[in-house]
Structure formats: C-alpha cells, structure tokens
C-alpha cells in the first residue's frame, strides 16, 4: 500500500508526529492531490488544545487549508468553471455538503448542511485516511467543486483562500453593499481580520478602523487596508476603545462591526455600533452572554459558517485582481517544513505570525 507523510495529533496538548498514513484507492471522479502548501488556522491550534465541540476523535492529521498539485484523477473532472481538470494543474476545493437535505436544497444555506464534510478533524487511521491538509498527499473527494489557482496567487496564499478568506467573502457576501459613506470596524487582527480590512476597502467603505494586537500585526493591517488602528495591549479598557470608535465616527459608533476575533469580543463590538448597524460574526471560539436591552435599535446580526464553493473562486479572483493594491503575501510571516510542524503550530498558538505556511518543494 502507497503512504504518505502527514503530521498527526496523536493526543491533545502533546507534540504533533510525523506518521505514514494510506493513500487511499481513488473512487470514480476522486483526485489525489500533492500539496505544495498548507497555511494554519486559529481553529487547527484549537482542535489542537483540546476536542472542539466535543466532536473530535484522535488521531487527527492536522489542517484544513490546502492548496496542492494534481497527481492523479479517476475519469473525467472539470473545474467550478467548467474547464476540464489534468493532471499537473494548481488547485484549491470545496468542503461537500449533501445536496439533498432541506439546508442544501430548499434553504439553499449548504453551509449549515448538516452531513457537511469538511477537512482537518477526520480520523487518520479510517478509510479515507488522507483529509487533512498537512500531508504530502490529499484525497479529493469527487462532489468537491475545484478551483484552479491563477498564476498572480501563490500558494500559500491560495492555501490560506481554503478557509479564512474565502470566509470573509462570505460575511461580505451575507453582508451585501458598502455605502460610500459607512465606517467599517473591525474586530481582531488576526488573517480573517486583515483580509476584512482589504475587502471592506475595496468594496467603497470610508473608513476601516481595526481593534487588535500585537503591533506587528497591525502594521500588515495598515498596509491591507486599514485606515486606522488601535493596540489593545495599550489601550486595555473597553471605555478608551469605545471613546476611539466614537472619535471616528461622528459619536455614533461605526455602520458596520466585523467580529473577526472570538465570540468573547461580540459584547464589546454590539457597544460600538451604531443604531441601525450592521454587525457580522465571524470568529469563532470563546463564549459571551449578550443583553437583549443593551442591543443598539434596529440592529441587524448575521452569522457566518465557513463558506460556499463561489467562496473559495471569489477569495482567489480578488487576490489575483488587487495584488497590485495590497500586500497579500505579507499575511504568511513565516514558511515550515513538515517536521517542524510543532514549532509552526506553537507559533500560531502565540500569535508571533500573522499565518504559517508549511511548504512542500
Ligand atoms: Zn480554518
Ligand atoms: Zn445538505
């Protein structure tokens, strides 16, 4: 049986191992990927900690945000496009929902599918073996749709279009237009915070403010787009940050507040929004009760799970379309190999980088 290197959690908490795992046989319309990239998210370091949602079983190969090489198709596959798939083209691919289900085919809301497939959490030792995103090799199961990568994206940067950014395009799609006159705040600088920062420039807004840390961080922020920024390391008081938003904006609080932090931060972000504002969680983790009094009037609150196929092809078409006008590649501070997945990992624990890359040549 073929193998491939892949990096897995054996316990929570404990170094990751670098473990042969099978390659599986491919099924009618499934792909063998070889991965050339696989950027961390918050959520690999959390899953990482510990269970997530209680639903994790060990052993785990880490990663759901690859971008690879296609090595091998089992019949005819075209892209999300239309365009026929070969052997040797870059590509990124969607998580799968049902299709069938009252989400996917009534409420076209796939993301809440509730036999949604997606990748990073699966058991390394069942049959289909290969669907976390660091190993040398990923099987593609055959209802994912494909996006091949442009030549502008790196990457890296397609890797990490597989989960955080194609996660903004989704809140801003649930989110709808920007007018010309509305102040987006953002919370959290972390890559989906910084990715917001760009889009929401892009999409017309006045201004983009950003609440985060460390200052390294913020300093990418600024050049994604960012107009404005506040250290939360300096300014630790929730009343100073409030006074901040307000500064900027005419008193009322911003239009828009993207929560792109943890879910702890939603209380703090209600409070600086305006009446009538738009607010979009995206972050995950971390918990908070919310007062229903305390709610600005007329508020509009949207949630954001992951994201659909159109996601991943948006994420990447802005990329490629905006490099002149903003410093993608500055989102991946730092670049691994396999073997030192313990140290990428522990590196995104400490927010000492904005994302890690693990590089295959
Ligand atoms: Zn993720
Ligand atoms: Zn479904």
Redesign the pocket.
């Known amino acids: 049986m073929r193998t491939s290197r892949a990096a897995v959690i054996k316990q929570f908490n404990e170094p990751l191992v670098i473990e042969q795992v099978p390659i599986p046989e491919l099924d009618k319309g499934s792909l063998l990927v070889r991965i050339v990239a696989s950027t961390l998210?918050g959520?690999d370091v959390h899953r990482w900690h510990g269970p997530l949602g209680g639903g994790d079983s060990l052993p785990i190969i880490t990663g759901?945000?690859p971008c690879g090489i296609v090595e091998e198709i089992c019949g005819e596959r075209t892209d999300i496009l239309g365009n026929p798939v070969r052997k040797g083209d870059r590509i990124v691919w969607s998580y799968v929902s049902c299709g069938s289900c009252y989400y996917c085919s009534v409420a076209v809301q796939p993301c809440i599918c509730p036999d949604r497939a997606s990748w990073g959490h699966n058991r390394a030792d069942q049959h289909l073996y290969l669907l976390g995103s660091c190993a040398e090799y990923m099987y593609v199961p055959a209802p994912c749709l494909i996006v091949k990568v442009p030549d502008e994206v790196s990457s890296a940067s397609a890797a990490a279009s597989a989960?955080?950014y194609r996660t903004c395009m989704h809140g801003f799609d649930r989110l709808g237009a920007i007018k010309a006159h509305e102040t987006v705040l953002i919370q959290g600088s972390g890559p989906i915070g910084i990715f917001c920062a760009a889009v929401a420039k892009d999409m017309g807004a006045k201004q983009v403010l950003m609440i985060g840390a460390p200052a390294k961080r913020l300093d990418v922020a600024r050049r994604m787009g960012a107009d404005a920024v506040l250290n939360m390391e300096e300014v630790p008081d929730q009343k100073d940050r409030k006074a901040w938003v307000h500064e900027h904006t005419g008193g009322r609080g911003a239009d828009i507040v993207f929560q792109a932090a943890t879910n702890a931060a939603v209380p703090e972000g209600l409070s600086l929004l305006r009446g009538g504002g738009r607010f979009v969680n995206i972050g995950v983790g971390g918990r908070a009760a919310i007062a229903v009094d305390a709610m600005p009037q007329q508020l509009t609150f949207l949630t954001v799970r992951s994201g659909e196929p159109r996601h991943w092809l948006q994420a990447l078409d802005f990329m490629a379309s905006r490099r002149d006008r903003y410093p993608f590649e500055e989102m991946i501070s730092a670049s691994y190999k396999l073997d030192q997945i313990n140290e990428a990992m522990t590196a995104m624990a400490n927010f000492e980088v904005v994302k890690a890359a693990i590089t295959f040549d």
């Open positions: 998210c959520t759901h945000e989960c955080a």
